[in-house]
């Protein structure tokens, strides 16, 4: 039944793909607009839930959990906050309902204190989130933790406010 | 001698090196131009040029600018020593440069005479081989410095240091470059759009272990930097970094988290044995560094909470906590002298510093004044420590000399320069 409606919104999905490829032609648009066929269900159901976190197409889908990848960290601390764990719990769903899926955890950190000293300490913060996945249920054949430390940082100036969002773990799906 | 299958490192890199600070009254000292006695054309740069630029960069010398030498002897009998002691220098640096036996390479042939006492303190010859001029000039530093301060000079050696180049707004390029301990004549030694760091020469100065990313991964690299070769040593999972050359260069003690955490193992340079783990800690285990007897490894752990320099045997055992004073202390390296320990430390969160542990008082010094200063290296004589800083939003090298007196920047044009090692001294 789930695989069934899977396939029905896929398939109304392509058509708005259709739709919306037809509406940046040139060509000017039919005069009378086919009527709305008729519904078998509400909408809702139709619609991609963000909430099912074991919908593949959640993982690009902005409004859903599972598009957000990046969990930030205190400074030289390692545990995951309260807020982040929503985001690893909606992963961890994801990755036991799709057991091909792979990701790596890239563990980062800002760039106060030694360079090798910073490689442990982002390993750490890419253990942590391993760690919560494990805890939900997720197989370690899945996880792979690369810490890159200081070294990747994604903003450059030398204040807290980069710093924190240098400060990272990032979940990178190197399998969907 | 000289490096081969390198690249020149790429525009911009060539380091440039600017005293901040020198010592109160620098002996003043006169390197007169040397005579050409060769059949190739001479160099832009004279030997003597060179000695008078590191004997200044040293900070312990004034030399004498040559256009205010109004005498220009080349041999010891042509020396007028009542003219120098006029223009009130201490020493004068004489010499000429031949052609070599069978006309390969050069011969420099030098002379250091006190000018008060009229004494000849050093008279010597020096073969080099062809291309190889400026390192003579190098040589020439050094015995000049031990001559005169009593230890001795680290002039012929090179350094090695990580240049990332900005790619537009994403991507970056990693060079690791090594260059003479002038800056000049800078060789990229490998190339990627992954981190490179770490740098560590062996104790001949022959190869560069290093940490390279370059398979998305963290790897240990050896790179021979006279046949160009180059060999994984360490692609474990997890963490493979952090490598430190054993003083025999047969073995490299590393940082591995291939038992879920970064721990102190001990590898085989050429892969021979079995890599043996030295620490069992849950803890961060990492920054290994050799004492200069081999006997002792210091290591970076936080076991205590915070990252704090310990010290252990070299088989691992009897780990003693070695730094007390403030809430970071990292990335040691050990002085030859065995006794004073280079770290990174903090007594807060924002301020990194270099700062010298002195083994045999127990105390700290705080050397540098920035506030990310990281990766200090020791000069072969123990006289400076190079570290890597950052200014005007640039990473750039300092260095400064173990009693704080003496303060250089190294600049590059372009780029961003970080992990810097100082090599042996190049026999």
């Not at chain 1, 494990?134 to 200081?150: D, K, L, M």
């Not at chain 2, 050093?122 to 000049?144: C, I, T």
Request: proline share 7%; with cysteine.
């Amino acid at each position: 039944m789930k695989t069934a409606m899977r396939f029905m919104a896929l398939v109304l999905l392509a058509a708005l793909v259709a739709a919306c490829a037809r509406e940046v032609t040139p060509e000017p648009a039919p005069p009378e607009p086919t009527p709305p066929p008729e519904r078998e269900r509400p909408v809702e159901t139709d619609r991609l839930d963000p909430r099912d976190f074991t919908d593949v197409r959640n993982l690009d889908n902005p409004d859903s959990l599972l598009n957000q990848r990046v969990i930030y960290f205190e400074f030289d601390r390692s545990n995951v906050r309260a807020e982040f764990r929503p985001i690893i719990e909606a992963h961890a769903a994801y990755l036991q309902a799709n057991s091909s899926a792979r990701v790596i955890l890239e563990g980062h950190t800002d760039e106060r204190g030694s360079r090798e000293y910073n490689l442990g300490l982002g390993e750490r913060r890419g253990n942590s989130v391993q760690e919560l996945l494990g805890a939900h249920g997720v197989s370690s054949r899945q996880i792979e933790v690369v810490s890159y430390g200081e070294e990747r940082p994604v903003c450059r100036a030398s204040n807290e406010d980069c710093w924190q969002r240098n400060r990272r773990t990032e979940i990178v799906y190197t399998a969907r | 001698m000289a490096l081969v299958l390198l690249w020149p490192a790429l525009a911009g890199a060539q380091l440039r090196i600017e005293i901040v600070d020198g010592v109160e009254g620098a002996m003043p000292i006169a390197v007169a131009p040397f005579a050409w006695d060769s059949q190739t054309p001479a160099p832009e740069v004279g030997v003597n040029e060179i000695i008078s630029a590191n004997l200044r960069r040293s900070g312990l010398f004034d030399p004498m600018d040559a256009d205010q030498m109004i005498d220009r002897p080349t041999r010891p009998p042509e020396v007028r020593f009542g003219t120098w002691r006029m223009l009130r220098v201490d020493h004068l640096v004489i010499g000429r440069v031949s052609d070599g036996p069978d006309g390969w390479g050069h011969e420099i042939e030098y002379h250091l005479l006190d000018v008060h006492t009229g004494r000849i303190l050093l008279s010597q010859a020096l073969a080099v081989s062809p291309g190889d001029l400026r390192f003579g000039a190098h040589r020439v530093s050094d015995a000049v410095y031990e001559a005169l301060i009593g230890t001795p000079g680290a002039f012929a050696t090179r350094i090695a240091y990580v240049v990332v180049h900005e790619l537009g707004e994403e991507n970056e390029y990693f060079e690791l470059v090594v260059a003479d301990a002038d800056g000049f004549n800078p060789q990229a030694v490998v190339r990627n759009t992954q981190p490179i760091l770490s740098p560590a020469w062996s104790p001949d100065g022959s190869r560069l272990a290093y940490v390279s990313f370059a398979t998305g991964r963290s790897n240990i690299i050896i790179q021979d930097l006279y046949t160009g070769q180059n060999r994984v040593i360490s692609e474990a999972r997890g963490i493979n970094g952090a490598p430190a050359w054993s003083p025999d260069g047969e073995q490299l003690a590393v940082a591995l988290s291939r038992g879920g955490s970064p721990d102190i193992w001990l590898i085989d340079a050429e892969g021979r044995r079995q890599p043996r783990q030295l620490t069992h800690h849950w803890s961060i285990n990492t920054e290994p560094a050799f004492s200069p007897d081999g006997r002792y490894i210091y290591f970076t752990s936080d076991r205590a909470g915070r990252p704090q320099v310990y010290r252990m045997d070299a088989s691992g055992e009897n780990v003693t906590r070695i730094t007390f004073e403030g809430r970071y202390n990292s990335r040691p390296s050990m002085a030859d002298n065995d006794r004073y320990l280079a770290v990174v430390h903090s007594d807060g969160d924002n301020d990194f510093r270099i700062a010298i542990h002195d083994r045999e008082t127990e105390r700290l010094r705080v050397l540098s004044d920035g506030r990310l200063d990281e990766s200090p290296s020791f000069a072969p004589n123990g006289s400076m420590i190079l570290y890597a800083a950052r200014h005007d939003g640039r990473g750039v090298l300092a260095a400064v000399s173990a009693d704080g007196r003496i303060r250089q920047r190294l600049v590059t044009s372009e780029g961003d320069v970080r992990e810097p090692a100082w090599s042996p001294i190049i026999r």
